[in-house]
């Protein structure tokens, strides 16, 4: 077996294609099983890294291998890793220092890991784990999302609302959600209960007393939500600006909370006006809400939905189709598989 492995990278931020390249496979450490990666997706963090729009929050040593879903084949396990197998099927997201998915192999905590469901091949496999995880901390963690309760999830028809939406339906809730008429029928496909189109009509002026709104455009949008939900309900945003709150739970430093809670000072002032809880939400790995996540789609309850899948030779065109920003469902990396 060779011990060279192909990867795909960056050397320095503000690179806008990645290079693949040949470098020394990796052997997993105590904790860590090495992964035979069969396929990958893209996510706009991705693309979001490259930029060096991140780096308030990570930074990087380079050169970097990108990427952070996975699926595939254990081939080789650390010595304290009991749970996993030489031959089990699994998939994840890496701890946020040890991302680098875009590779044909990966050593990765045995914690941050899952089973793949069973009815999933490879390809759908690596449509879940940054997405699923991402929505589920966002509705069932923070939000606490009740049966009945109403929730606005913006923008439906992407890698995040697609799962979102049916996440919110498993948790029992009523669910609104944003897209263009192209996507009707396939967020209704999803189960949501009303649509609004983004291009003919305004959100905050359909919609009133909700509970919660799962946001992830940021901006204005975020700003708008204000105004559709009721006194003690809550806004999640994963694609706003991250607060003082955060800053503190996320261990930044002491000048860079006082930077953020600066540039949320709107936010604030409409947290207080309203008696709306705020919460900038940066996803964790873990191995066992994915295993929740994996029994809801062997219970019929989630599926993934996959747009395109293109070779690991064209991963810059998938790149750029992300940032189009109009994928519908995720982008598949073919690595392996
Ligand atoms: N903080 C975190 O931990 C975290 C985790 C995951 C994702 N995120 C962030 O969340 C955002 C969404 O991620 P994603 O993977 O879902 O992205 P994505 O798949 O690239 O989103 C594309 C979708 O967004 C829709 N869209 C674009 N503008 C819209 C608008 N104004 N209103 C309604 N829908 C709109 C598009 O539909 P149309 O074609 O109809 O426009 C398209 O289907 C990204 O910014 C990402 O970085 C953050």
């Known amino acids: 077996m060779?011990?060279?492995?192909?990867?795909?990278?960056?050397?320095?931020?503000?690179?806008?294609?990645?290079?693949?390249?040949?470098?020394?496979?990796?052997?997993?450490?105590?904790?860590?099983?090495?992964?035979?990666?069969?396929?990958?997706?893209?996510?706009?963090?991705?693309?979001?890294?490259?930029?060096g729009d991140l780096k308030l929050l990570l930074?990087?040593?380079?050169?970097?291998?990108?990427?952070?879903?996975?699926?595939?084949?254990?081939?080789?396990?650390?010595?304290?890793?009991?749970?996993?197998?030489?031959g089990d099927s699994v998939y994840g997201r890496p701890q946020k220092q040890r991302i680098g998915t875009f590779a044909e192999y990966l050593s990765v905590s045995k914690?941050?890991?899952?089973?793949?469901?069973?009815?999933?091949?490879?390809?759908?496999?690596?449509?879940?784990?940054?997405?699923?995880?991402?929505?589920?901390?966002?509705?069932?963690?923070?939000?606490?999302?009740?049966?009945?309760?109403?929730?606005?999830?913006?923008?439906?028809?992407?890698?995040?609302?697609t799962i979102a939406i049916q996440i919110a339906k498993q948790l029992g809730a009523y669910v609104a959600t944003t897209t263009s008429p192209k996507n009707f029928e396939l967020v209704k496909s999803l189960g949501v209960d009303e649509i609004i189109d983004y291009h003919s009509q305004n959100f905050e002026d359909v919609l009133n007393d909700y509970d919660a709104v799962f946001d992830t455009i940021g901006g204005e949008t975020l700003k708008k939500?204000?105004?559709?939900?009721?006194?003690?309900?809550?806004?999640?945003?994963?694609?706003?600006?991250?607060?003082?709150?955060?800053?503190?739970?996320?261990?930044?430093?002491?000048?860079?909370?006082?930077?953020?809670?600066?540039?949320?000072?709107?936010l604030t002032k409409l947290e207080k006006q309203n008696n709306i809880k705020y919460n900038f939400l940066f996803m964790k790995p873990s191995g066992s809400e994915l295993s929740t996540i994996t029994k809801m789609i062997e219970n019929k309850k989630v599926r993934p939905i996959i747009d395109r899948t293109f070779e690991f030779k064209d991963i810059n065109k998938a790149l750029t189709y992300s940032r189009s920003g109009h994928a519908k469902g995720k982008i598949i990396i073919s690595i392996n598989d």
């Open 225 to 266: 939500s204000f105004k559709i939900v009721k006194p003690g309900g809550q806004i999640v945003s994963v694609s706003g600006l991250p607060n003082a709150d955060f800053a503190t739970n996320y261990g930044l430093s002491y000048w860079k909370k006082l930077l953020l809670k600066f540039l949320t000072r709107d």
């Open 111 to 161: 914690d941050d890991i899952a089973l793949m469901p069973k009815n999933l091949n490879y390809q759908e496999a690596a449509a879940i784990p940054l997405v699923a995880l991402t929505s589920y901390q966002a509705l069932h963690d923070l939000i606490k999302l009740k049966p009945n309760q109403k929730v606005l999830i913006q923008a439906g028809s992407g890698g995040v609302g």
């Open 2 to 51: 060779s011990k060279k492995m192909k990867v795909a990278t960056i050397n320095h931020y503000k690179q806008t294609n990645l290079k693949i390249q040949s470098i020394q496979k990796p052997t997993p450490a105590s904790n860590d099983v090495l992964v035979k990666i069969m396929t990958t997706s893209i996510n706009p963090i991705d693309t979001k890294i490259m930029a």
């Open 59 to 86: 930074n990087y040593q380079m050169p970097l291998i990108l990427g952070n879903d996975f699926a595939g084949e254990i081939v080789a396990i650390g010595k304290n890793v009991k749970t996993y197998k030489v």
